[in-house]
């Protein structure tokens, strides 16, 4: 076998290897923490897959989830490729979500096929412009893009409090503070009869431009270069401040992109817990993955499959949904103890 093909072969079995070692950790977690409670593990692994696979709905649901698990992945993803670590794809979600309801309420009489290019080129912004400052604070050597992204994640939800408490108030929701509904030209078209909506094409669409541009572009080239050596990179000529600054907003943006899609498609309007974390769980996702693309989307899916265990485990055992939270938690150490898989974009 060519040398390529030959490490071709061998990335791919490594992060076979890492998916297996997950799902390990989580079906084995999962029994434990269902036998400790007296519960049985193989009836609810059996109302899961029942739930999942067994009908459409559930199916759905699934997909719903790895939307914004596959976008926040390629937002940790992209700039790890240059040797910066975006723990801040939950704040860039944030800002995403309020930057898109600011526009969805100020052109609310827009008609769809104007509006909702301009609601993702907002979240898009949103996300962009707020990934942009730890970038700048890491680009002079001000603050480590590690710290500032991770601080950020609990300012953009306060700016979104603000707002629904106080001026985008809906005056129809006085027990439950949250913005004005939004036009119906300002929601994400969905497929099918369910949930699946239109964001599900972003966060693919994402994904294969991440690929292609990892693999098939001169970015992706220099891109690479940095990331194994920023001074050799800055002596061949490259850019490196341009190319963090750049990363950093692509990367935000879309983060963004998931916040402007949880807002158009689920809440149809902004309400003070945009997500349930999902910024934090797609850097997980990113890790795991290798930051491959085709990784981040198993990893999506697997991640997205065990939330979807919390939720029947609540119905179907009692149990409550924080031994999810704890299982990721177990997941994340566990692999910290194993040196990141591949690292191709295919």
Request: proline share 5%; charged share 10%.
């Amino acid at each position: 076998m060519p040398r390529d093909g030959a490490a071709l072969w061998d990335c791919a079995a490594a992060r076979a290897k890492a998916f297996a070692l997950v799902a390990a950790v989580a079906l084995g977690g999962f029994a434990t923490l269902l036998i400790a409670a007296g519960k049985d593990p193989l009836k609810a692994y059996a109302d899961t897959l029942l739930y999942v696979f067994g009908n459409a709905y559930g199916f759905s649901e699934l997909l719903v989830r790895m939307i914004p698990l596959m976008l926040t992945a390629v937002a940790a993803a992209l700039p790890a490729r240059i040797g910066l670590i975006n723990v801040g794809a939950e704040g860039q979600l944030y800002m995403g979500a309020w930057l898109t309801t600011a526009g969805a309420l100020a052109f609310a009489d827009r008609p769809a096929f104007v509006l909702l290019p301009l609601l993702t080129l907002l979240g898009f912004i949103g996300g962009g412009l707020w990934a942009l400052i730890p970038g700048l604070l890491r680009a002079f050597r001000l603050v480590s893009e590690t710290i500032s992204t991770l601080l950020l994640n609990y300012v953009a939800p306060l700016i979104v409090s603000y707002f629904i408490f106080g001026p985008w108030r809906s005056p129809d929701s006085s027990a439950y503070p949250q913005s004005p509904a939004f036009a119906e030209a300002a929601r994400l078209p969905s497929f099918f009869h369910s949930r699946i909506h239109l964001g599900l094409v972003y966060a693919l669409a994402a994904v294969v431009l991440y690929a292609l541009a990892m693999t098939r572009t001169r970015f992706g080239l220099d891109m690479r270069a940095i990331g194994g050596n920023p001074e050799a990179a800055r002596r061949l000529g490259i850019p490196v401040i341009r190319y963090m600054l750049a990363t950093m907003f692509i990367a935000g943006g879309v983060a963004g992109l998931a916040g402007m899609a949880e807002v158009t498609a689920i809440q149809g309007r902004l309400v003070s817990e945009v997500s349930p974390g999902y910024g934090f769980i797609g850097f997980l996702v990113a890790w795991l993955a290798g930051s491959g693309a085709s990784g981040i989307v198993v990893m999506s899916f697997l991640f997205a499959l065990i939330s979807a265990v919390g939720d029947i485990l609540q119905i179907t055992q009692g149990v409550p949904y924080a031994v999810v939270n704890i299982l990721m938690a177990v997941i994340l150490f566990i692999v910290l103890g194993r040196q990141p898989v591949g690292s191709g974009a295919r």
